[in-house]
């Protein structure tokens, strides 16, 4: 069974300091992995995903992730937070094997920035 | 497109009775998912239908819990009796053919069951 680990409930840190959203997965085959924002009473929102091809993945508002095979981690990453950044954050997981598969999300992950 | 539609956006009602929401999906995407986010479980998928089928309800809490797709550009997700329990806010995500798999998500109807 696919399944998503987001080990950290929230993430502080100051504007203009990078930012990093961990997540780590657990898939049959190839993963097929995503990220989406959640801003406060709207719906989710999708940042980015990673299909095959380069390993970072640029999505956006400035946000990036890096796939990594080897430590089946797909980390958010941001050179530099502002305060309009915080929100919550959902990493998501499908199996890459043919037909239709449903994601599975993380839990989420809250980014705080302060000014 | 205005994205995925959803009615009403906020429901406050008294336990026992009748819950109706209401999605729209994004033209032309065959795939409708609903959703179910709380403080305590996450986001939980309850049913997705492929073509107006549904295709798996495995995540549908219980009886109480019915959702019908009559077509392409609608569905409902009926809770009836409502518990306090069923508190929760309740989306609905759309998503076109496979090969494009991200998920499109309307606002959300907040459900507070009292």
């Known amino acids: 069974a696919q399944s998503v680990a987001q080990p950290e409930d929230q993430v502080n840190v100051a504007e203009g300091n990078p930012l990093t959203v961990k997540c780590t997965y657990s898939v049959s085959g190839n993963p097929y992995l995503f990220w989406y924002v959640q801003y406060p009473n709207r719906g989710l929102q999708f940042l980015l995903k990673y299909i095959t091809g380069d390993n970072l993945v640029k999505g956006s508002y400035g946000f990036e992730a890096e796939f990594n095979k080897s430590q089946t981690s797909f980390h958010l990453k941001k050179p530099s937070a502002l305060v309009s950044d915080s929100a919550l954050y959902f990493c998501?997981?499908?199996?890459?094997?043919?037909?239709?598969?449903?994601?599975?999300f993380g839990t989420g992950t809250r980014l705080l920035v302060s000014p | 497109d205005a994205g995925v539609i959803q009615s009403p956006r906020h429901e406050v009602t008294e336990m026992g009775q009748e819950v109706t929401l209401r999605c729209k999906p994004i033209s032309g995407h065959d795939y409708l998912f609903w959703y179910r986010q709380t403080m305590m479980r996450g986001l939980e998928l309850l049913i997705y239908f492929n073509n107006n089928v549904p295709i798996d309800d495995s995540g549908m809490p219980e009886d109480r819990f019915s959702a019908k797709m009559p077509n392409a550009s609608f569905s409902t997700l009926k809770i009836q009796p409502s518990e306090p329990r069923d508190s929760a806010v309740y989306f609905c995500?759309?998503?076109?053919?496979?090969?494009?798999?991200?998920?499109?998500f309307g606002p959300g109807t907040r459900l507070l069951v009292l």
């Open positions: 998501a997981v499908r199996g890459g094997n043919t037909g239709f598969q449903k994601l599975v």
């Open positions: 995500a759309s998503t076109p053919r496979a090969g494009m798999e991200t998920q499109y």
